[in-house]
């Protein structure tokens, strides 16, 4: 039978390998590599070397070409590297050929993000949430990852594989997902009964790219403490809070932060804990303002909102970290006529972009909070007049 497996131990080595396709940029992709090296790093893995090739398209076989398979192959020999990663989904083919060209695990993003999940995983939704997400992956790699999977210790046996096999793994496969989708079906009406609970209170929804400080903002907001980390997906499950500004009830909600290329299966998966942001009345989007590419984040962000059908909710956008981002792009010797000049053009540009529905604060250093909370506060009371149009609110 096909056991789960841990891919990453503690300390391990790893080199990291992108593709700089037609329509991306070399830019692009040292910072999509710079995630893939941040998420390796929450993994447990430490990146030691980058590889980079610009194809029209991914090699069928191999995924980057022969060459350069083949330089990645004399940097992994002799060295104490135990792991490849490569920053786009690959087949079971690909990662059988792979494998037996440099003899070296090699796994992709998703599997790499799918590795975290399970290890940050602490609920028992969760938990299947993850596991469902696993068995989606593994399934259609099945027959390609044979080998690759036997020689890991997956529990297939020792024999050289036959169709009979496969086959027998590919139902067992099915069976756990068709298993697992049940139990997380039962787990959902249980939160969906949970949610339901939580009375006429308005409901407000922190959302963001993975690591923009929303744990921060909703221990500063709640005034409870939240788990926060500086480390990408701190946040699997859901955590709610009841809120109380003015004498205006409303609960608040941290969701698990969203990230490029993240995969299907993952999204699937956690669509329970996604409700949350579904169903929510107000969504506000957290931005860290002092990452350099934090414009293609907010995109990711809208993009996967529009997926969950969750986009045309009123939204207010967070720009965080503006400590940092002043850090970055300020220093000692600039005249403070000139960052001012700076601030306000960032600002007014996000102002006209989001129709005034935007704040700048730093979470960290408790800047601009009593101007967040004003605006969070009119969002929520004007909710509750078109909710409740005929019920006298007091506040």
């Known amino acids: 039978m096909i056991e789960k497996k841990k891919h ?62 083949e330089e990645i192959k004399n940097y992994v020999t002799g060295r104490d590297i135990s792991l490849v990663i490569f920053d786009d989904e690959l087949t079971g083919s690909q990662i059988s050929n792979i494998e037996k060209e440099l003899n070296v695990k090699t796994i992709d993003r998703s599997d790499l ?118 480390k990408l997906f701190a946040t699997l499950d859901t955590t709610t809070r009841k809120v109380v500004f003015e004498n205006t009830p409303f609960l608040l909600s941290d969701t698990v932060g969203f990230i490029r290329k993240l995969p299907h299966h993952l999204v699937e998966s956690f669509k329970s804990t996604l409700d949350e942001v579904r169903e929510a009345d107000i969504l506000l989007h957290v931005v860290d303002v002092s990452h350099p590419q934090y ?45 001012q000049e700076i601030l306000r053009e960032l600002k007014e540009k996000w102002d006209h972009l989001t129709d005034n529905q935007c704040v700048f604060v730093s979470a960290v250093e408790k800047k601009n909070i009593d101007a967040l909370r004003e605006m969070i506060l009119g969002k929520v009371r004007d909710m509750y007049k078109v909710r409740y149009p005929y019920r006298t609110i007091q506040y």
Not at 200 to 210: F, K, M, N, S
Not at 299 to 326: C, H, R, S, W
Request: glycine share 8%; proline share 2%; hydrophobic share 35%.
């Open 113 to 230: 993000i799918l590795d975290i999940f399970a290890s940050r995983a602490r609920t028992a939704q969760a938990k299947v949430q993850v596991e469902l997400a696993q068995y989606q992956y593994l399934l259609p790699r099945l027959k390609g990852m044979w080998k690759h999977l036997e020689r890991q210790g997956g529990g297939i046996g020792t024999r050289g594989p036959g169709e009979t096999e496969i086959e027998t793994d590919r139902r067992i496969v099915k069976d756990k997902i068709s298993l697992l989708r049940k139990r997380l079906g039962e787990i959902d009406k249980q939160a969906f009964t949970q949610r339901k609970e939580r009375g006429e209170l308005i409901r407000v929804a922190l959302v963001g790219y993975t690591n923009v400080g929303k744990s921060t903002l909703m221990t500063l907001l709640s005034k409870q403490e939240v788990f926060a980390e500086n």
């Open 295 to 339: 414009e293609e984040q907010i995109g990711v962000v809208n993009k996967t909102l529009q997926e969950l059908k969750a986009f045309e909710k009123p939204i207010l956008t967070i720009f965080n970290k503006m400590d940092m981002y002043e850090e970055k792009n300020f220093d000692e010797w600039l005249d403070e006529s000139v960052k």
């Open 8 to 69: 990453i131990r503690r300390e391990e080595k790893t080199v990291l390998v992108g593709l700089i396709l037609k329509e991306q940029t070399e830019e692009q992709v040292t910072e999509y590599l710079d995630e893939l090296a941040f998420l390796s790093e929450t993994a447990g893995a430490m990146a030691v070397k980058r590889f980079t090739q610009r194809l029209p398209h991914p090699d069928s076989r191999t995924f980057v070409g022969k060459g350069k398979l």
